[in-house]
């Protein structure tokens, strides 16, 4: 058998997930778990509707696809924490397809591996056979590297590691939830009997009702807007917050974008350039008070006179984005934000400071603020954007103690 390295050496871009899924089946198959060509092309399928950016997930996709008999779960456990793990580089030049087989042997406990689980185990190196060019690229593929990534705090990336964030963040598929509008729409099944076409369609049989039509409800989905502090005290997490804004303006259809320092700036057209990087460039050319001071009550004062009817009809979620510094009027910030709750559907607060272990919300402007959001989110890192994209999508089942100091505001 050969014995090349199942990971390829650092700078060899010739992993492919597919190539790799198929070498894990020939790891499966050596160590005694019967694997088909059909499952692997059932879980290749499968994966296009799961996150395989989370390990979990996929570990348990191919769990429930590739293993058919239950005293294979535990083999099947050990075969994918040894295949798809990170690995210092030093260990790829040494690390071999007939190796995991023994580590399985070696590290398997007695209680949960039979005789002819470790016969299995050590044997069967000839059923793993490795073409020359079957190699994995363990940068771009392994999950436990892009784990700790996307766990890792954006203001403490390396520069090689911001743009692995980026594209990551480009990958993501965002989906707000829907709403039940007023309107009806043809139906096969509906729950509305429609009289218009159904006397229209039995006019054939001389008006007797014998074919009914339905309608249901439509639903369309709400509508976001983003308000996004570009001070100075958000300038470690500005540059990749807009990539954000850029990727979520881009992925939905009705996405309004503001930033604000000492004063409101609408880069709806800006941001919806289909380049990235010219996006972001003429958003940054259009904000004239970038990094300066942060005036949220005079933000949002402005958004809610000058364009709260025109874009938080229909159910409008609202992502305010800022650590809450502020050296404005507190008493203003107050008094819109209460204004900006009663005017839209979900007010969720994004603050990056918020992932800090030791995070307390001390500063004036998030005290004042805190009563009167919905949501209180950390936006730190890949993780919390993928946490933010889970709420965005299923907000019906998170329902928010909210309201609770509307009757404030007319007291």
Same mark, same amino acid.
């Given at each position: ?16 997930l ?10 499966? $198959? ?8 059909t ?13 395989i950016?989370?390990r979990?997930?996929?570990k ?22 040894l ?9 790829l ?10 580590k399985?042997a ?7 591996? /039979? ?7 050590t ?25 700790i990534?996307? @766990? ?17 963040? @480009? ?7 829907q709403r ?12 509305f009997l429609d009289?218009?076409?159904t ?14 039509a339905?309608?249901? /409800? ?14 100075g ?5 500005s540059?990749i ?8 303006s881009?992925g939905?259809? @009705? ?10 700036t609408?880069?709806t ?24 001071? /942060? $005036? ?5 004062? /402005?958004?809610n ?10 159910g409008a ?7 809450g ?5 507190i ?10 709750q ?17 995070y ?7 005290q004042t603020v ?7 989110l950390?936006?730190h890192?890949?993780?919390?954007l ?10 019906g089942?998170?329902k928010?103690?909210?309201r609770?100091?509307?009757? @404030?505001?007319?007291?």
């Amino acid at each position: 058998m050969s014995s090349r390295p199942i990971v390829a050496p650092a700078g060899q871009n010739s992993g492919h997930l597919l190539r790799n899924l198929v070498l894990f089946a020939r790891l499966l $198959r050596g160590v005694g778990v019967n694997v088909t060509s059909t499952q692997i092309l059932t879980l290749v399928e499968a994966l296009k509707h799961a996150d395989i950016g989370n390990r979990r997930d996929f570990k348990n996709s191919a769990r429930a696809i590739l293993v058919s008999r239950r005293e294979h779960l535990a083999l099947f456990d050990r075969a994918f924490d040894l295949f798809w793990q990170a690995r210092a580089e030093n260990a790829l030049s040494q690390l071999v397809i007939r190796r995991p087989a023994r580590k399985l042997a070696e590290s398997a406990p007695e209680s949960t591996t /039979t005789d002819s689980n470790k016969s299995a185990l050590t044997a069967g190196d000839e059923d793993i056979p490795l073409d020359p060019n079957d190699v994995i690229d363990d940068k771009a593929l392994s999950y436990s590297n892009r784990e700790i990534l996307s @766990r890792k705090d954006f203001s403490n990336l390396t520069d090689s590691e911001l743009e692995q964030i980026k594209q990551m963040l @480009r990958t993501m598929q965002w989906q707000l939830e829907q709403r039940r509008t007023r309107r009806k729409a043809p139906a096969i099944h509906g729950s509305f009997l429609d009289m218009r076409r159904t006397l229209r369609h039995n006019l054939r049989y001389g008006g007797e009702p014998l074919q009914l039509a339905w309608r249901q /409800t439509k639903v369309k989905r709400r509508p976001l807007v983003v308000i996004c502090d570009i001070s100075g005290s958000m300038e470690r997490y500005s540059r990749i917050l807009l990539e954000f804004i850029y990727v979520i303006s881009n992925g939905l259809e @009705r996405v309004e974008t503001f930033v604000f320092s000492t004063r409101l700036t609408r880069i709806t057209r800006q941001i919806k350039q289909r380049h990235v990087d010219l996006a972001l460039d003429q958003a940054m050319a259009a904000v004239h008070d970038w990094g300066g001071g /942060t $005036r949220i009550g005079a933000a949002l004062k /402005t958004f809610n006179f000058e364009w709260g009817r025109r874009v938080l009809g229909q159910g409008a979620i609202v992502l305010i984005i800022s650590d809450g510094w502020d050296r404005g009027d507190i008493a203003l910030l107050d008094r819109e934000i209460k204004r900006l709750q009663l005017s839209c559907q979900r007010l969720i607060w994004l603050n990056p400071l918020l992932g800090a272990p030791n995070y307390q919300p001390l500063v004036r402007g998030i005290q004042t603020v805190l009563p009167y959001i919905d949501d209180f989110l950390p936006v730190h890192n890949l993780r919390a954007l993928q946490q933010l994209g889970n709420l965005l999508e299923r907000l019906g089942e998170h329902k928010p103690a909210r309201r609770q100091h509307t009757e @404030r505001v007319f007291q």
